[in-house]
């Protein structure tokens, strides 16, 4: 069956320092992936998506990238992070069909908070 | 592009209630409705799905309906529990995508929160 990992759980950074959070994926191949990020008490901000490696397609300008270096993982990444970058970040998968109608998975999210 | 709008915002039941959460969308093309729950501070799980070509389905106490002439789908919880409580979000693809290509347009969410 497929799982899907996400670390860290929970992150505190300073504001201005750099940020990694990765993905991956199990049991699966050539999945698309999904960043999206929830502020507190709020729905779901599609910031990034992939359907293959090194195909990254941005939903949001902001000062976040991701990227894809292998089939199943998903990185995002910051040079310098700001207060408004806190929030529930969370990594999903969906079955690549060619099409986008299909469930998404998420994993269990890293909380990250900037002080 | 799609936009979804999820009413209501907040909705409380006594256990054993029903609850009913709806939602609209704006393009006719999308054809996939998923519904997902997530608990306080968990990951949404999806706890339900409809694609364009049914317009019922049920899965125990939950149950998806869809009028795809109105462009609406509703969410229907019978004989709701105290784990019923969390934040349910509707969502509606394309089969291309959502607004732009590769994405699920998700609603607001709706808190419920079930009464023993």
């Known amino acids: 069956s497929q799982t899907i990992h996400q670390w860290p759980a929970t992150l505190v950074q300073p504001v201005g320092s750099p940020l990694s959070l990765e993905c991956t994926v199990e049991g699966t191949s050539n999945p698309n992936l999904y960043w999206y990020r929830q502020a507190a008490g709020r729905g779901l901000q599609l910031l990034f998506y992939s359907v293959g490696i090194g195909q990254i397609s941005s939903e949001v300008p902001q000062n976040l990238s991701a990227s894809r270096p292998q089939d199943r993982q998903f990185i995002l990444s910051s040079k310098k992070l700001l207060l408004s970058d806190s929030g529930f970040y969370l990594c999903?998968?969906?079955?690549?069909?060619?099409?986008?109608?299909?469930?998404?998975?998420f994993g269990d999210g890293t909380r990250l908070s900037i002080l | 592009g799609e936009n979804v709008e999820q009413h209501p915002s907040t909705l409380s039941v006594q256990e054993g209630d029903s609850a009913v959460i709806k939602c609209t969308y704006s393009d006719s093309a999308s054809n996939y409705f998923p519904w997902y729950k997530q608990e306080l501070g968990k990951r949404p799980q999806l706890i339900i799905d409809i694609r364009s070509n049914v317009g019922e389905k049920k899965d125990q106490r939950i149950a998806v309906t869809l009028n795809k002439t109105a462009k609406h789908f509703s969410l229907h919880i019978t004989e709701t529990q105290p784990e019923d409580s969390a934040v349910y979000f509707c969502a509606a693809s394309t089969a291309l995508g959502g607004g732009s290509q590769g994405n699920l347009i998700f609603g607001k969410g709706t808190k419920l929160s079930v009464k023993p």
């Open positions: 999903a998968w969906s079955v690549s069909t060619g099409t986008f109608d299909q469930p998404q998975h």
